[in-house]
């Protein structure tokens, strides 16, 4: 499994999450009890920026409307999402964060906001 380096640990303070692309892929990083946890960066209820919101002991807090996802599954803990986001493997090295996107995710630019119907 290959992980690709995508900040420095600092960059990452506990409770924050940001925003980061791996090969294309639009992921949301997070920081909670020391631990760094990597998914995508769309709520899967309205697809809201999931690195707008925080992360908290039950998970990443969407900010737009108070999903809650699970940091290892990714499943919704909080309505009003019903499905989970995509989570990525994540590791911290050196004094830096690590996350392994598959090749799939990456060469399709990973999981990212619907478009509307019409649109490219």
Not at 24 to 51: F, K, P, Q
Request: hydrophobic share 35%; net charge negative; charged share 25%.
């Amino acid at each position: 499994m290959e992980y690709r380096r995508v900040a420095r640990s600092g960059q990452v303070p506990e409770g924050v999450v940001r925003r980061f692309y791996v090969d294309g892929a639009e992921i949301a990083v997070a920081r909670w009890d020391g631990e760094v946890h990597a998914m995508s960066n769309y709520c899967t209820h309205l697809d809201c920026l999931l690195s707008s919101g925080r992360a908290t002991e039950d998970g990443l807090l969407c900010s737009c409307h108070g999903s809650v996802f699970d940091f290892a599954t990714g499943e919704p803990v909080t309505p009003p999402a019903t499905r989970p986001v995509k989570v990525f493997p994540a590791k911290e090295e050196d004094g830096q964060i690590l996350v392994h996107v598959p090749p799939e995710d990456a060469a399709g630019g990973g999981p990212r906001r619907r478009r509307p119907v019409g649109q490219p």
